[in-house]
């Protein structure tokens, strides 16, 4: 049981470039999200969903865009990466939130 | 708004000594609490919650009690070892479908 699985775990980027950061989860779980982590920062939610085909708006959503397709797989992009998007990301699944999260091992990304 | 308030760190402790790192909510209603942990370079794990008050969580030695006249749900153990060192997070959830929210984490260090 893989539990939820992010790809790639490193990137660096140049300024201006995108790229797109994959969350699976073989949970089946309803509820997925994006978040970054931050020195001193805490986590902060950038979009997250609530079931297949949907997605909304967390804390940070500038900059960032994401899409559900399929129940299993959420995807975060960045169009035109800056270097206030070098940080950890981390995807997490779960039932109703009320349960707990699953989270990803993170994907480290630097944008030069 | 909803928030969680932990105490600041970094803790180091000795091997063996005792641990209380403090958690604090603000929440309009009746929360689900959390503590989560993140050992270096990995992401989040579930350590234990507690879901209405005077619950007790416990996992791995560690312990916490949903205070609700207190608002409170600090994480005990009794004897830390070395293993213990990691980054620990109080997180709350506000209904069945309420996204968790997160403190800002409390690095732990355990000396031999």
């Known amino acids: 049981n893989a539990g939820v699985t992010q790809t790639p775990k490193f990137r660096v980027l140049k300024t201006g470039q995108s790229m797109t950061l994959l969350c699976a989860q073989d949970m089946n779980h309803e509820y997925m999200y994006w978040y970054r982590q931050d020195p001193g920062m805490g986590l902060r939610l950038i979009h997250y969903?609530?079931?297949?085909?949907?997605?909304a708006k967390g804390e940070v959503p500038d900059g960032y865009n994401v899409s559900r397709l399929k129940k299993q797989n959420f995807l975060l992009g960045l169009e035109s990466a800056a270097p206030s998007q070098t940080s950890v990301y981390f995807c997490?699944?779960?039932?109703?939130?009320?349960?707990?999260?699953?989270f990803g091992s993170g994907t480290r990304l630097t944008v030069v | 708004g909803d928030s969680v308030t932990q105490m600041e760190g970094p803790v180091t402790l000795s091997e063996e000594a005792f641990l209380t790192i403090n958690c604090t909510y603000t929440?309009?209603?009746?929360?689900?609490l959390f503590w989560y942990v993140q050992y270096p370079g990995e992401g989040l794990q579930l350590l234990l919650k507690a879901t209405k008050a005077d619950d007790k969580g416990s996992n791995k030695g560690f312990e916490a009690t949903y205070r609700k006249e207190t608002t409170s749900f600090h994480l005990e153990k009794g004897s830390v070892q070395v293993s213990d060192s990691a980054v620990y997070f109080c997180a709350l959830s506000l209904g069945s479908q309420g996204n968790l929210i997160f403190g800002k984490g409390t690095k732990l260090s355990v000396k031999p």
């Open positions: 929440a309009t209603g009746y929360p689900s």
């Open positions: 997490a699944s779960s039932p109703p939130p009320s349960y707990g999260y699953t």
């Open positions: 969903s609530v079931g297949e085909g949907t997605t």
